[in-house]
């Protein structure tokens, strides 16, 4: 079992930074990708916002693109995002996730607000 922790959201003005956090805990495999998603809207479905593999491969939404970097301290089974030039469309639920082993496990979430 993994349990993944968050911290960092809240509100910023456009332009803004933030900087989201993630540590995961229990038995964490050496192959794994940690990552962040998004949830904009009841409306629309969660979205990948980047993803890190333990071997340092990125992928990153072509949204942020340029704007954010998500970044891993293995040793301590930490992942952080850096979002930078924050626009008001950022504003989502940011979900931690690490798919580890054969099982696939989520933060509770943190609210990020951009305001105009």
């Known amino acids: 079992q993994v349990q993944l922790v968050e911290s960092g959201g809240g509100l910023v003005q456009a332009g803004g930074s933030l900087r989201l956090s993630c540590v995961a805990f229990g038995t964490i495999f050496s192959n794994n990708v940690m990552g962040w998603y998004r949830h904009q809207a009841p409306e629309k479905q969660r979205e990948l916002v980047a993803?890190?593999?333990?071997?340092?491969?990125?992928n990153y939404a072509d949204s942020v693109k340029g704007r954010f970097t998500i970044s891993r301290d293995g040793a301590k089974n930490t992942v952080r995002l850096q979002m930078n030039s924050l626009k008001p469309e950022d504003t989502a639920v940011y979900y931690c996730?690490?798919?580890?082993?054969?099982?696939?496990?989520w933060g509770q979430g943190t609210q990020v607000t951009v305001s105009s």
């Open positions: 996730t690490i798919h580890n082993g054969l099982s696939d496990y």
């Open positions: 993803s890190l593999t333990s071997d340092g491969s990125t």
